[in-house]
């Protein structure tokens, strides 16, 4: 349970919060149906093998007593989401994620490249937010999970892309079903949801981590 926790809370929190792979698949949506909304959500599912797999490689390598103390900064990074969050709820409007223009693609790779989940993998590559989570909290829990038990490392891993990609694909139906239209109150309410549990799971880790340091 709770590898499982984790990995919704975590998966849940980035999923809604404001960023560019959510605006592209929002503006995808609206552009482009559906299924090509769907496509950009899965996106994570692509670029992030890349990213949990150089992670993972050079994350494992350290000794213990610095994993404890990345661990420790993975908290503190989980916070700083969870309260970035929090405070976007304030002002979030699904409508200001609308007009994102997708990467032009020009020569042989044009139409591959114009593919929305070929835009999505680019995009989520070049964010520096999957990187940083994975380098400290992300790479951190999952080692923690799999020295446990490997079927703790994969439920977390599971649980974090079905939060992950499952809350963009729900903004997206809200999208398409709605009319080009997602009550703005509802966003900032799931948004407001998913900063406090990002919080209060950070509290935990980061008293978790000085335990083990000291």
């Given at each position: 349970?709770?590898?499982?926790?984790?990995?919704?809370?975590?998966?849940?929190?980035?999923?809604?919060?404001?960023?560019?792979?959510?605006?592209?698949?929002?503006?995808?949506?609206?552009?482009?149906?559906?299924?090509?909304?769907?496509?950009?959500?899965?996106?994570?599912?692509?670029?992030?093998?890349?990213?949990?797999?150089?992670?993972?490689?050079?994350?494992?390598?350290?000794?213990?007593?610095?994993?404890?103390?990345?661990?420790?900064?993975?908290?503190?990074?989980?916070?700083?989401?969870?309260?970035?969050?929090?405070w976007s709820?304030?002002?979030?409007?699904?409508?200001?994620?609308?007009?994102?223009?997708?990467?032009?693609?020009?020569?042989?790779?044009?139409?591959?490249?114009?593919?929305?989940?070929?835009?999505?993998?680019?995009?989520?590559?070049?964010?520096?937010?999957?990187?940083?989570?994975?380098?400290?909290?992300?790479?951190?829990?999952?080692?923690?999970?799999?020295?446990?038990?490997?079927?703790?490392?994969?439920?977390?891993?599971?649980?974090?892309?079905?939060?992950?990609?499952?809350?963009?694909?729900?903004?997206?139906?809200?999208?398409?079903?709605?009319?080009?239209?997602?009550?703005?109150?509802?966003?900032?309410?799931?948004?407001?949801?998913?900063?406090?549990?990002?919080?209060?799971?950070a509290v935990?880790?980061?008293?978790?981590?000085?335990?083990?340091?000291?």
């Open positions: 349970m709770e590898a499982l926790l984790a990995g919704l809370v975590i998966g849940l929190g980035s999923g809604v919060a404001p960023g560019p792979l959510l605006a592209l698949a929002i503006s995808t949506t609206l552009r482009r149906g559906l299924r090509a909304g769907l496509a950009v959500a899965c996106g994570p599912l692509v670029s992030d093998a890349f990213i949990i797999a150089l992670s993972v490689t050079v994350v494992s390598q350290l000794p213990s007593r610095a994993l404890d103390v990345l661990s420790l900064v993975g908290g503190v990074v989980i916070a700083a989401f969870g309260l970035e969050t929090l709820a304030r002002t979030a409007d699904v409508a200001t994620m609308r007009d994102v223009t997708p990467p032009e693609s020009r020569g042989r790779l044009a139409s591959l490249a114009s593919h929305p989940l070929a835009q999505a993998t680019l995009i989520n590559l070049l964010n520096p937010a999957p990187w940083i989570f994975w380098i400290t909290a992300g790479s951190a829990l999952l080692l923690s999970f799999w020295d446990r038990s490997p079927a703790l490392a994969v439920a977390y891993l599971i649980a974090f892309y079905l939060g992950l990609v499952g809350s963009k694909a729900i903004v997206v139906l809200g999208i398409a079903a709605g009319r080009h239209r997602m009550s703005t109150r509802t966003y900032r309410l799931i948004l407001a949801g998913s900063g406090v549990l990002l919080i209060v799971l935990v880790f980061i008293a978790r981590a000085i335990t083990a340091i000291w």
